[in-house]
């Protein structure tokens, strides 16, 4: 069993910056952690990626080069730098615990969930 937790969210204006966090605790393993997002009316998106390591990171092309995800196995935490945001990105952001090998950026690739937290992007 995985435990995750978001933090981070808020209201942030058109370009501005967050950072997210995603805090892990009870089984020690798992080979991907991802972030996700959802807005209101719309299908989960898969938004970046990392291995355990933190050597493999995947990222949707929407956001490419604007966010970085990284990890801090010391702590059970992945991070999501968001940058330059955009109202676009208003959503609902959530991380999920992949245990499988390999990578996946489809949703129902992951086995365990946070509840989320929410990001406001105004313009």
């Known amino acids: 069993q995985v435990q995750l937790v978001e933090s981070g969210g808020g209201l942030v204006q058109a370009g501005g910056s967050l950072r997210l966090s995603c805090a892990a605790s009870?089984?020690?393993?798992?080979?991907?952690i991802g972030w996700f997002r959802q807005a209101p009316g719309k299908d989960s998106e898969f938004v970046a990626t990392?291995?355990?390591?933190?050597?493999?990171?995947y990222y949707a092309d929407s956001v490419k080069g604007r966010f970085t995800i990284s990890r801090d196995n010391a702590k059970n935490t992945v991070y999501l730098q968001m940058n330059s945001l955009k109202p676009e990105d208003t959503a609902n952001y959530y991380c999920?615990?992949?245990?499988?090998?390999?990578?996946?950026?489809?949703?129902?690739?992951?086995?365990?969930w946070g509840q989320g937290t929410q990001v406001t992007v105004s313009s």
């Open positions: 990392i291995y355990q390591n933190g050597g493999n990171t």
């Open positions: 999920a615990a992949r245990i499988s090998l390999g990578v996946s950026t489809f949703i129902h690739g992951y086995d365990y």
């Open positions: 009870g089984r020690p393993f798992s080979s991907y």
